[in-house]
């Protein structure tokens, strides 16, 4: 049985530094009939758990810790018994919007999470926050870059506890080099592929953003 990959796209708030905003945040999941791992549970437990569909979620993956890719990941998780994961650096802003609700375990660069088959490996790469990830699914094809590269160029880095000049590194260093054809799937908006952002990396350093 194949892995596959499924969206479900949700709507919210986004909160951070005394500003609110309404967003679209895409939840992916990636599994087969018999087991899923969810990345990012934003908004709508509700939806989620539909989505999930009786499967085991074998986890709760957050790329980062702002509030709009985490606030259903509490109750997504007492639903199903699905670990929530985390980079600590990102811990800081997990505190903001769950003070009671520590994540149940830690990712770091390199850890390899397997699902129906398949690897996801973690890259750490800060910059949007300091414990932002992405996971790497070379089988797939695809890497899930959360709000670190987006079709157009870096996640927003002029809030607090966000660098610019770090995103940058991670893009160049750590996403850049996947081979071209690989499928970027964001956290909000359109999918877009390495090839098509390689070229436009220098534009992003001279803009700024």
Do not use: C
């Not at 949700?10 to 005394?18: A, H, I, R, V, Y």
């Not at 359109?190 to 350093?205: R, Y």
Request: glycine share 10%; proline share 6%; hydrophobic share 40%.
């Amino acid at each position: 049985m194949a892995a596959r990959i499924e969206l479900l796209v949700t709507s919210g708030e986004f909160s951070l530094d005394g500003g609110t905003w309404q967003v679209d945040n895409n939840v992916w999941l990636v599994g087969d009939d018999r087991e899923v791992v969810v990345i990012d549970a934003a908004h709508d437990a509700d939806a989620i758990a539909s989505a999930v569909a009786g499967r085991t979620l074998v986890a709760i993956v957050s790329t980062h810790a702002h509030n709009d890719h985490i606030d259903a990941a509490p109750e997504l998780a007492a639903r199903t018994g699905a670990p929530i994961l985390l980079h600590p650096d990102d811990q800081v802003l997990w505190q903001q919007t769950h003070p009671d609700r520590k994540p149940d375990g830690a990712l770091a660069d390199g850890q390899r999470l397997t699902v129906a088959g398949v690897e996801l490996t973690v890259l750490h790469t800060p910059g949007h926050s300091p414990g932002a990830v992405s996971l790497y699914a070379p089988a797939l094809g695809t890497v899930f870059t959360g709000d670190t590269l987006f079709a157009g160029g870096p996640g927003a880095t002029g809030r607090s506890f966000s660098d610019f000049p770090t995103i940058v590194d991670s893009i160049r260093d750590r996403l850049l080099t996947l081979p071209a054809e690989t499928v970027v799937r964001t956290g909000h908006g359109d999918t877009t592929t390495i090839g098509a952002e390689a070229p436009h990396l220098a534009e992003w350093i001279a803009r700024g953003h």
